[in-house]
Nanobody, 122 residues
Framework: QVHVLESGGGLAQPGGSLRLSCVAS???????MAWFRQPPGKEREFVAG????????VYAASVKGRFTISRGYADNTINLEMNSLKAEDTAVYFC????????????????WGQGTQVIVSS
């Protein structure tokens, strides 16, 4: 059984930085992985995705140039480096994993973490 676990959320000031990490454990498959977020009172939205080998990355327009998704050294681990944070980045951030996905479509992911809270406020 695949278990997805996020870490690294917290409070940051506008213009600050945070780093999120995620691990998908319990399988020998190499997964494409992604970050989604759900702002308060809004629907879940795509943030960034990365292929199983890190060769391809995709970003939402709202975070491109500020956020960087990368693969970690261990299998099925990813990071999200978030810089120049804005109040509108406040959300619960979810990590997702699966094989052969359309990165931006949440329905394509079978494995999800419980989420980690990011609050951007002065």
């Amino acid at each position: 059984q695949v278990h997805v676990l996020e870490s690294g959320g917290g409070l940051a000031q506008p213009g600050g930085s945070l780093r999120l990490s995620c691990v998908a454990s319990g399988s020998s498959y190499h997964y494409a992985m992604a970050w989604f977020r759900q702002p308060p009172g809004k629907e879940r939205e795509f943030v960034a995705g990365i292929s199983y080998n890190g060769a391809n990355t995709v970003y939402a327009a709202s975070v491109k140039g500020r956020f960087t998704i990368s693969r970690g050294y261990a299998d099925n681990t990813i990071n999200l480096e978030m810089n120049s944070l804005k109040a509108e980045d406040t959300a619960v951030y979810f990590c997702a994993a699966d094989t052969d996905v359309d990165y931006r479509n949440p329905r394509g992911y079978g494995y999800w973490g419980q989420g980690t809270q990011v609050i951007v406020s002065s």
